[in-house]
């Protein structure tokens, strides 16, 4: 009996947070396209969309369950805006940030695309690959934002530098200036990991979404000189034992359930179907295609 308790508390928290979660969406909505339309930045408004997210630290399960069944085409850009400030909280949360910078990674992820609202429609939701010169009118959405924001005394530095670094790279292959890590805040490399990880397990209007798993296994081989390692691995260390207990589908057309994560290679976990346990750091040809529940 208290087994199924359990389980319905947990469907009323995933609930309400999905609730939350969209008013959240919709207060983002209103306060990116304010801020756009040339209103300015009401420092009362940023700050009930901000305190909305603090609001939602202790529901770390919640934040990283939900977002799994919560990421439509829809509306992206709103979102991702919400999503990537929840997962940059967590991150700083992890990192042992104060209070104060927790804050500004909240406020840095909910802007960091804000000059999406100038990148012309037909190029922000082409559903084909973009032209080189797409691209490169893509590629201006971090100085549109900066832009838009520069002239607001409610915008902290590093918030700024968030919203115009946050596609820069630790190894200087990034734009708009190319810098490298060192000259990169940490704000910013947060947010840029938080972005990443949104945005490859987010549905898209040119790919489908994919599993954690795939996008932890980019981040333990591909980013490399890309992201800071320093981020990536406490996104990775504290994140993936979140799915423990978690339903997956499988390339194989199974189902199975993650019983471990090895903390050496999160990306490949071991799991269980039926009576049957794979470790996949051994069984290389099978892959999570998505996270069920």
Known sequence: MQIFEEEFEDIESEHLFIKKHAENVKKAKELINDISNGKGVEASQMDNVVDSVLDRLEERRDIVSCLNQIRTV??????????VSLISMLIGKWMKLGEDKVRLLVQAGLL??????????????????????EFEEMKKH???????????SSVDKDVLAAVLMHHEKEDGSGYPTGLTSEKINLLTKIVSVADIFDAMTSNRVYKEKE?????????????????????VNVLLSNLANYYIGD??????GEIAEIVYVNPRCVSKPIIKIGDRYIDMLVEKDVKIKEIIA
């Open 211 to 231: 599993s954690p798993f795939e996008v932890f296994k980019y981040m333990e081989e591909d980013s490399l000189g890309k992201l800071s390692p320093i981020v």
């Open 74 to 83: 829809d509306e992206y850009l709103y979102s991702h805006s919400i999503n």
């Open 112 to 133: 960091h695309d804000i000059g999406k609202t100038k990148t012309p429609y037909e190029i922000l939701n082409k559903p084909g690959k973009l032209t080189k010169e």
């Open 142 to 152: 971090t100085i549109y934002g900066y832009r838009i924001l520069e002239q607001s």
């Open 247 to 252: 339903r997956v589908s499988l390339s194989s």
